[in-house]
């Protein structure tokens, strides 16, 4: 028998699928069972306009089968099948799609989808395999054929014999070389997880023997081994069933059968959206961090499913960087696909979906911290901190559109709260969002600088987490209130000057001269207004503040970056008389008691002092 050779110059193009398109080699399987539904649907839509054809579901499936004897992977369905005119035509030009002629040509409704498009999902099986045999009978025809090839030295066509219709593709496995490993294609568990993993959710039975181990009947000690026919997949997803006939219980197993975690999930999203682009989803946000969130290991995505089969493990342009913790799937009929599925041809319906989903989780995340505040907080625990880096990151829209979530601990309610609920609080002088940044809620309720605010009974936000005041400033305002650092050289505050106080002016030859002793590391001395019982602190000038400074210089680059440090003096405290003093009458002193005050107050900070030695020296000459 004449061997025909591939047309189209299709051996170029089939080495090239062999060899370059598909990452996975383990999608071949993926492809065969896709087209295998193809050919069942195909039946199906023939009832819809005939007759004299019936269907009845439960008389057709696919079935894999394995021959580790022979090295054989068989794939069969009860499909329409091909004639020798088809198996030529569609198997002998390699991209011609059977199934897209077909749809083309048939109104599809009912709910029913042809799953294949481009016609080279079959020749990924030579990914895996050294010869690929497809043996077919037409729906309707008494005649089989039996299609041969070993790859791009072409293809042979002759009669052959099947009972009944449908298709059986059997694919020889290659044998293993020093570079790859070919026996897992034939390993049942290996199989099985391959179907579970892309077409779990095929509408047809997917049918295999499984072997397992058991004891034999009416014995407490022997066993047998066995085989038994079982279907693998689900058939029918959870997203295209009723959200009213499923259960809070029904969402938690499959987030649990997905593997998206080992928590229990604190919400379920569950999105059905027929438009522009049409679309299923399951959402998930969950409990917990996964260990390895915050670490470059970690990747972001939802699993992306065209027609019930999966095409993308983690697609991540559907989720933007701050919702990067949510899991879940989406599932469309609308994707435009490339030639391997595995990426997207166009992004227009993707951006699309990813703008609606975004809105989504929005709306959920605003549902549960007005509705079930204690998971929220939870949910805030774990997750609040990458939603302050979208703040950060993020430009344009999204600064507004996060604003509403935040949470930060409150001096007055002693819990957290929003910026909506700090500011529904704020008395009609108040021009400031007041907030202290610090690395617990305990030392910055300790902070010398808090005592003017707290005086006036105003609320302060405070700041643990480092990214929170990057945010913030990026933030800028909120519902036209800036925010304001306790430690900012202006507090926007009006305080009355005691007649008792001259003043700043009242005090310039001793601050200018405390300022000659303290150099360049101050960038001046001054009368504080904001300290009542403290003696000293520091504030900062400019945008950068004193704990940014901390952050950055926690950073392996950070390029010397200071803050713009100015040394604040209480002139009403006991110690500014003893600085008075020093400056009328000993200089020496005066220098001593600048460079305790100053290293005081960079202790209060968290800063480290320059020259520890000399500190605690001269702490021993006072102490004498």
Known sequence: MAKKQFKAESKRLLDLLINSVYTHREVFLRELISNASDAIDKIYYRALTDEAVSFNKDDYYIKVSINKANRTLTVTDTGIGMTKEELDDNLGVIAKSGSMAF??????????????QFGVGFYSAFMVAEKVTVISRAFGSAEAYMWESQGVDGYT?????????????ILRIK????????????????????????SDFIRYPIKMDISGRRLKEGSETEYEDYTEEQIINSMIPIWKRNKNELTPEDYANFYAEKHYGFDKPLRHIHISVEGAVSYNAILFIPEKIPYDYYTREYE?????????VMIMQKCADLLPDYFSFVKGMVDSEDLSLNISREMLQHDRQLKLIAKNIKARIKSELESLL???????????KSFGRQLKYGIYREFGGNRDFLQDLLLFYSSKEKK??????????????????????????????????TELLAEKGYEILYFTDEIDEFAIKMLGAYKGKEFKSVSAGDLGIETATSADSPGQ????????????????KVSAVRASKRLKHHPVCLASEGELSIEMEKILKS????????????????????????????YANDEEKLKLYTDLLYNQALLIEGLPVSDPVEFTNNICKIMK
Not at 157 to 169: E, L, N, Y
């Open 370 to 380: 007005k509705n079930e505040r204690d998971k929220y907080e939870l949910f805030w």
């Open 555 to 582: 950073l392996p680059a950070n390029h010397g970056i200071q803050a713009k440090k100015v040394l604040e003096v209480n002139v009403n405290h006991d110690v500014f008389k003893v600085l008075q003093d020093a």
């Open 175 to 198: 044998e293993n070389t020093a570079e790859e490993s070919y026996d897992e294609f034939l390993e049942e568990y290996r199989i099985r997880s391959i179907i579970k993993k892309y």
């Open 103 to 116: 749809k083309n040509e048939n109104e599809i409704k009912d709910g029913y989808e042809i799953i294949g």
């Open 505 to 520: 002016d009242g005090y310039k030859e001793l601050f200018a001269k405390m300022k000659s002793v303290l150099g360049d």
């Open 157 to 169: 066509i002759k009669p052959c014999t099947r009972d009944g219709f449908g298709t059986d593709v």
């Open 300 to 308: 972001k995505g939802l699993e992306l499913y065209a027609n019930g």
């Open 416 to 449: 957290m709260v929003t910026l909506e609920e700090y500011v529904s609080r704020m008395p009609e002088e108040q021009k400031y969002i007041y907030y202290a940044a610090g690395e617990t809620n305990e030392r910055i309720e300790k902070m010398p600088q």
